[in-house]
């Protein structure tokens, strides 16, 4: 059995849009869908250090620890994969940088939070997007 462990961000702008990602066409894992910043734990490191690194790598944002709220986790066993899956969702509501995406993503939108559910309907990260928007944590 293995583990993997997911760290990804919403990152808000001044304007309370979220920053929505799209899968390059050639990425091997779900080319073409929406995406937040964020991807697999390395070794050694902490749940935010993963979700600040990948908001840089996929994004080109530089977030500070300080600014990211945990919103959400879960952990599954993904039975057809042996596999159990950690995903970790956080609202980043500071940053600083432009966007710049890497080869992963090939287009960004900042949207409004009312527009994340239908955006991620059917993804993995539905009932992650449900239950933020559910309690209103992007309002707090």
Known sequence: MRQIILAKSLVVNTEGKVLVLRRASDDTDHPGRVDFPGGGMDEGESYTQTAIR???????????????????????????????????????????GNVKLSNEHDAYWWVAPTELKERFKDTSWEEAVGFVLAYTLLDM
């Open 54 to 96: 990948e908001a840089y790598e996929e994004a080109g944002l530089r977030v500070r620890e300080q600014d990211l709220t945990l919103a959400y986790t879960y952990t599954r066993y993904e039975k057809d994969k042996d596999t159990i899956v950690t995903r970790l969702l956080y609202i980043a509501r500071d940053y600083s």
